[in-house]
T-cell receptor
Framework: QKEVEQNSGPLSVPEGAIASLNCTYSDRVSQSFFWYRQYSGKSPELIMSIYSNGDKEDGRFTAQLNKASQYVSLLIRDSQPSDSATYLCAVNGDTDKLIFGTGTRLQVFP | DAGVTQSPTHLIKTRGQHVTLRCSPISGHKSVSWYQQVLGQGPQFIFQYYEKEERGRGNFPDRFSARQFPNYSSELNVNALLLGDSALYLC??????????????FGNGTRLTVT
């Protein structure tokens, strides 16, 4: 079982819709959760971080965490073509390393 | 403010050669981490350094080594290159211990191709 699992996609949504990206993790002691956006050929860019159960909103982005279910998600409201990228879910492991999923490719079409 | 800077941006090496990748963290950041990202995969942790001491090592062979200098910049060295070492090598910095104090911010990476 992979430590951090994401659906590789592509997830295709029309412009203006809500994109929902999901991630599950296997290590129950994980404490910190991150979403990074990566455009093709570029480096990952931090979008959101979340540390406690519930929702955290920042602009068009909402991160949701459910530690009991070992589940973290990212919602993107009013999706734009410029949001088309790969979204990486990352979870802390031991020794302060981040464990990344393989990423979900999001395509927003006009 | 300058972000995390890495050099070189691209590199082509032959199997068996050695490579050194360099990273300068964001000003004021004391922690540097290295990640390897193979095409189609998420980044994989290689090393973390904090205040010039190694604080974590991923599941990579001893051919991989790193160090952090007094000015907090860092080098990643890979010996006896294999074709499978071809990847994007990412350096990330943070102010303190990454996961308690501040998230990681990545540089633009070094694209290494081994032929």
């Amino acid at each position: 079982q992979k430590e951090v699992e994401q659906n590789s996609g592509p997830l295709s949504v029309p412009e203006g819709a809500i994109a929902s990206l999901n991630c599950t993790y296997s290590d129950r002691v994980s404490q910190s959760f991150f979403w990074y956006r990566q455009y093709s050929g570029k480096s990952p860019e931090l979008i959101m971080s979340i540390y406690s159960n519930g929702d955290k909103e920042d602009g068009r982005f909402t991160a949701q965490l459910n530690k009991a279910s070992q589940y973290v998600s990212l919602l993107i409201r009013d999706s734009q073509p410029s949001d088309s990228a790969t979204y990486l879910c990352a979870v802390n492991g031991d020794t302060d390393k981040l464990i990344f999923g393989t990423g979900t490719r999001l395509q927003v079409f006009p | 403010d300058a972000g995390v800077t890495q050099s070189p941006t691209h590199l082509i090496k032959t199997r068996g050669q050695h490579v050194t990748l360099r990273c300068s963290p964001i000003s004021g950041h004391k922690s540097v981490s290295w990640y390897q990202q193979v095409l189609g995969q998420g980044p994989q942790f290689i090393f973390q350094y904090y205040e010039k001491e190694e604080r974590g090592r991923g599941n990579f062979p001893d051919r991989f080594s790193a160090r952090q200098f007094p000015n907090y910049s860092s080098e990643l060295n890979v010996n006896a290159l294999l074709l499978g070492d071809s990847a994007l090598y990412l350096c990330a910095s943070s102010f303190g211990r990454p996961l308690q104090d501040s998230p990681l911010h990545f540089g633009n990476g070094t694209r290494l191709t081994v032929t």
